[in-house]
């Protein structure tokens, strides 16, 4: 019995892994708290593009992104501890952790004038990091459809109630969960792959990741007033974003139509161009 539940975990772990999409050579740095972070770099213009994906995700959510770009921008992507291809040995699922693996990714390449972007939970941890950076390192921050407004905070019985919705059965509810963020339009097969990816995810890694975020987000604000970078918002249209409180802390918003919550894979070459277009910006 045992040799078979060895056999149907190993099966199940290659299955999950075989389905991403990487699009180049894994390499490796190693954080401060000894975990291995995997990333692939491609291209070698100025400026650097660092893209980091969302909860429970991993990079190759970004292929597209890496592919349309990797000839006009040096494109790196990496996989946060305990995601894709990253170690799982951390014991303190953070947004200050994930943020020190970005950091140690840069400094191991020696990256200038850096452009981050960041997905739904990766807009926190990009955040982080540029806060925990040198100032003359980063150019601009682009967060993906994590904020539909700002100065909300949630108090933690808010955020402990959700998470124990999570909790229980959690590769279903995280399953579900996953579903009712894409568009109704959206192909079936890209919700039915994100869904059992996500929903695959270490539950311990997960949750305490998840509770971090939202903790996090309470004091998001303070730290793009600390940053003082350029900040641009490109948000899907599947909730109605509050422009006025976002363009309040110097933000700008884009929107982008007809989409969920993974808009750069649901109509990626719609997203490159919002993307490109926002990178001007904070180039100019």
Avoid at 155 to 176: G, Y
Wanted: with cysteine; glycine share 6%.
């Amino acid at each position: 019995m045992k040799r078979f539940k060895t056999i149907f975990l190993i099966t199940t772990l290659f299955s999950t892994i075989s389905q991403r999409q990487f699009f180049g050579q894994t390499m490796f740095a190693t954080s401060p708290d000894s975990v291995q972070i995997a990333y692939e770099i491609h291209g070698d213009k100025a400026p650097t593009l660092v893209f980091v994906h969302g909860w429970s995700c991993d990079r190759s959510y970004w292929k597209e992104q890496l592919e349309a770009l990797a000839g006009n921008y040096k494109v790196v992507a990496i996989d946060l501890a305990g995601h894709g291809e990253s170690g799982l040995s951390r014991r303190s699922w953070t947004i200050e952790a994930f943020g020190a693996d970005i950091v140690t990714v840069i400094k191991k390449l020696g990256l200038k004038n850096v452009i981050m972007i960041g997905h739904s939970m990766g807009a926190c941890v990009i955040a982080e990091a540029a806060r925990q950076l040198p100032r003359d390192i980063v150019a601009g921050l682009v967060f993906v459809d994590q904020y539909k407004q700002l100065h909300t905070p949630r108090t933690p019985e808010e955020i402990q109630a959700f998470a124990t919705r999570l909790e229980k059965k959690f590769s279903d509810s995280v399953a579900a969960f996953v579903r009712r963020m894409f568009h109704p339009k959206s192909d079936s097969s890209l919700v039915e792959r994100v869904a059992m990816d996500m929903s695959s995810a270490p539950p311990a890694v997960a949750l305490a990741a998840f509770r971090s975020t939202w903790a996090y987000s309470n004091q998001i604000t303070n730290t793009l007033e600390e940053l003082k970078l350029p900040v641009i918002f490109i948000n899907s249209d599947n909730r109605p974003t509050d422009t006025a409180s976002i363009e309040r802390y110097g933000v700008q918003v884009m929107i982008m139509p007809g989409v969920g919550h993974f808009l750069m894979m649901e109509d990626p070459e719609r997203f490159n161009v919002l993307l490109k277009t926002a990178i001007g910006k904070i180039v100019r």
